[in-house]
């Protein structure tokens, strides 16, 4: 677990496969992811990590993610802050070791 971390959860509704439909993601001090699931409409999940040298199935924002509030305003997702250890478990249970 990383000190000064935000955890969120989003939903995306729409009924694209080549998009995600659901965003769990670890989001650093300053507004950048650091950990990043991707959940698709096939049961697809892809990651994404700044920690490590692994090959990487998506790829995590260039920019600072929005607070949940901006998200939220956009009527097509859903966002939720998490705890840490609800990302962690979703992490260790979709990221192959």
Not at 15 to 26: K, N, Q, T
Not at 56 to 65: A, K
Not at 69 to 85: K, M, R, T, W
Request: aromatic share 10%.
């Amino acid at each position: 677990m990383k000190i000064n971390t935000t955890h969120i959860d989003v939903h995306w509704h729409h009924a694209e496969p080549d998009y995600p439909i659901r965003l769990v993601s670890e989001i650093d001090a300053d507004g950048y992811e650091t950990r990043k699931l991707e959940f698709f409409l096939d049961g697809r999940v892809a990651s994404a990590s700044s920690r490590e040298d692994d090959f990487s199935d998506t790829r995590l924002g260039e920019v600072p993610v929005p607070s949940l509030l901006e998200i939220n305003s956009d009527p097509q997702f859903e966002g939720i802050a998490i705890s840490a250890a609800v990302f962690e478990a979703l992490w260790a249970e979709h990221v192959p070791r």
